[in-house]
């Protein structure tokens, strides 16, 4: 159970993290009105996930399907908790991801969107989604492979064919940044994320790509200067993962 004193630490660890993306926004001249907070709960208790809404957290990410269940149907009828899907998604959790999640952020291939939107079509409802960029060409990263920009044209194609399902609303791009000590290190990935978007923006004006879901715990401020719109937070707010 979660005592009153872990409750209030994670009330204001949210509060330290919300006063920080002001910060992070008035640096470079925008409102934190344009930036939304998704908390990461991946790996936390129920008991955790109950505290942050109750600090009055509204959208949750999780990664995992399976451990995402519990949470949402623990917290039905709870205000307003919106839940993003932000890892990876085997094909074959399709369904569930479209039934369970009310956004998701690592669309990572056309066969993907494929079945996403024909699940979202038999559901009868329009799925928010993010394409998910590698923008460092580490291996270990899933995503639509665009770290040279010898392989824009590749995603351009793709991009626009997954734009086109009428059952997807296609808002932007996400991508993770290398993991640095020092988070100027990881400028430059978020500054090619930022850059593509506008180069897809004017290839293909006739959709909406306003959203830059990136920054985490340790970079989401140097993420907020270059012009990211969603930050995806876990550690800052809830503390480390129980082991």
């Keep these: 159970m979660v005592t009153a004193l ?118 009868g409802k329009r799925l928010p989604v993010l394409l998910e960029c590698n923008v460092s060409g580490e291996q270990s990263k899933f995503g639509f492979p665009v770290w040279e920009e010898s392989l824009w044209e590749a995603f351009f194609d793709q991009a626009a064919q997954i734009a086109s399902l009428a059952h997807l609303d296609v808002r932007g791009l996400m991508t993770m940044a290398p993991y640095f000590e020092d988070s100027e290190l990881a400028r430059p990935y978020f500054r090619r994320l930022a850059r593509l978007r506008d180069a897809l923006s004017a290839r293909a004006p006739q959709s909406q790509w306003s959203e830059l879901s990136m920054g985490m715990s340790g970079d989401f401020e140097t993420a907020i200067q270059e012009g990211a719109t969603i930050v995806r937070i876990g550690q800052a707010i809830l503390g480390a993962r129980p082991a």
């Excluded at 949210?14 to 002001?22: A, G, K």
């Excluded at 205000?79 to 999640?101: L, N």
Aim: neutral net charge; charged residues 25%.
């Design 6 to 123: 872990s409750l209030e630490s994670i009330r204001d660890n949210l509060e330290w993290v919300q006063e920080r993306i002001i910060k992070a926004a008035q640096s470079v001249g925008r409102s934190a009105d344009s930036i939304t907070l998704v908390v990461v709960t991946k790996g936390h208790t129920l008991e955790r996930v109950r505290a942050v809404v109750e600090a009055g957290a509204r959208r949750l990410g999780e990664n995992y399907v399976e451990e995402a269940l519990d949470k949402i149907a623990s917290l039905q009828g709870g205000i307003g908790v919106e839940w993003h899907m932000i890892g990876h998604i085997q094909s074959r959790k399709a369904k569930p991801v479209c039934v369970h999640f009310d956004y998701v952020h690592s669309l990572d291939s056309l066969k993907l969107a494929t079945r996403l939107n024909r699940f979202a079509e038999e559901l």
